[in-house]
């Protein structure tokens, strides 16, 4: 039913950009009331989270290694979120996900999130 699919992954240069989509499909709920993050996960380290958002034109949470370089935004018409990532080093490399809750109070990003895609790799070369 509730799908999340991601894409844009790439191998790209150091210093290159690279902009992430993440399509919502099947959800009950109006889009603008789900919360939102991005994690990324690389071999033999622990998932971590980039950034979420409390809803889609709400407020934005960065983790410090990509605070001043990564980016969101959203298209409503298209229920898409999108990941702009600009001035990538090596250590972006990684698998990365998005993820929803249902957050309708739009207060805070969710602690737990129930929807999950199935990530898109970016690869980033020296």
């Known amino acids: 039913e509730e799908q999340l699919v991601e894409s844009g992954g790439d191998l790209v240069q150091a210093g290159g950009s690279l902009r992430l989509s993440c399509e919502f499909s099947?959800?009950?709920?109006?889009?603008?009331?789900?919360?939102i993050g991005w994690f990324r996960q690389a071999p033999g380290k622990e998932r971590e989270e980039v950034l979420c958002?409390?809803?889609?034109?709400?407020?934005?949470r960065y983790a410090d290694a990509v605070k001043g370089r990564f980016t969101i935004s959203s298209d409503s018409a298209k229920h898409t979120v999108y990941l702009q990532m600009n001035s990538l080093i090596f250590e972006d490399t990684a698998r990365y996900f998005c993820?929803?809750?249902?957050?309708?109070?739009?207060?805070?990003?969710?602690?737990?999130?129930?929807?999950w895609g199935q990530g898109t790799q970016v690869t980033v070369s020296a």
């Open positions: 099947g959800f009950t709920f109006d889009f603008d009331d789900y919360g």
């Open positions: 958002i409390t809803n889609p034109d709400g407020v934005t």
């Open positions: 993820a929803a809750d249902w957050n309708p109070l739009r207060s805070r990003c969710p602690k737990q999130y129930t929807y």
